[in-house]
């Protein structure tokens, strides 16, 4: 290597630590559109804010810069999937404020949340969903809820961590009915199959980063408990008749560094399908 090229070389190097480290503060917005079937009338264009893998980052102080970015869309309701904290000395705080300036945006609409695997390194997992039930939100630890609107109705469904086996989609989906969609929240992919097999409609996870680092053309390398180049780790997948949407997510574990890999948020908007059932 000449003096000259290798001096390209080291610059290249150093100006792209800058570059790594800037896009992971860029929140890019996905927008789906997905069809599904016996969708109610009233319940079409119904469209889900859904966010995943926040790791206790801060979008500018209070999440005040992602809570502005939010405030310009439209959303029925939030679904969250889980990894809010990260670390062997977790803080609620990040996810707190987050919570706190999505009720100011969005009013009286739900909010839902299913725990990942770094939730569940907090002391007591299980007084993080107590916090977030107190500041609001509708936990949805291995059950449902119905969301209503006229005599129409909409199962939202969530599993706790399959990272850590924790979820028992049978106990979540017991109560509810194939006549409505059903809507699954889950932290990881992992129970997709399951939830195909179960005739789940739309499917929503994170966990994966998109690989945080994604290589292009191949996509992640590596996921933890997913193992090397696994199949469902970023974007839109069909399995006869269950969507799943996995969300590249808004934080890093590990090295605070992204590539070919923005954070997100996505808004997913349910249309009816003539598809018969
Ligand atoms: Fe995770």
Do not use: C
Request: aromatic share 8%; hydrophobic share 40%.
């Amino acid at each position: 290597m000449t003096a000259m090229s290798r001096r390209v070389f080291l610059m290249g190097g150093v100006s792209l630590f800058p570059y790594l480290y800037l896009e992971r503060l860029a929140v890019a917005v996905r927008r789906y559109r997905v069809q599904i079937r016996n969708l109610p009338p009233s319940f079409e264009g119904f469209t889900l804010l859904h966010m995943s893998d926040l790791h206790e980052k801060e979008f500018g102080p209070n999440q005040q810069d992602l809570i502005g970015l939010l405030s310009k869309e439209r959303f029925d309701a939030v679904a969250i999937t889980g990894d809010m904290v990260r670390g062997d000395h977790p803080s609620q705080v990040q996810t707190l404020d987050l919570v706190s300036g999505l009720r100011k945006i969005s009013q009286e609409r739900p909010i839902y949340f299913v725990s990942g695997n770094h939730d569940w390194r907090l002391e007591r997992g299980k007084e993080f969903e107590g916090v977030l039930q107190d500041a609001g939100v509708q936990v949805l630890s291995n059950r449902s809820e119905r969301l209503e609107r006229g005599e129409d109705r909409l199962w939202m469904v969530g599993v706790d961590d399959p990272v850590t086996g924790r979820d028992r989609l049978g106990l979540a989906l017991s109560g509810t009915d194939q006549r409505s969609p059903r809507l699954l929240l889950s932290h990881s992919p992992h129970p997709f199959k399951k939830a195909a097999g179960k005739g789940i409609d739309l499917m929503l996870a994170g966990h994966t980063h998109g690989g945080q680092v994604r290589l292009p053309l191949l996509g992640a390398s590596f996921v933890p408990a997913m193992g090397f180049f696994p199949r469902y780790d970023y974007g839109l997948y069909r399995l006869g008749a269950t969507t799943l949407i996995v969300s590249g997510g808004l934080g890093e574990s590990g090295v605070p560094l992204r590539f070919n890999m923005r954070p997100e948020i996505a808004l997913i908007t349910v249309a009816s399908s003539q598809a018969p059932r």
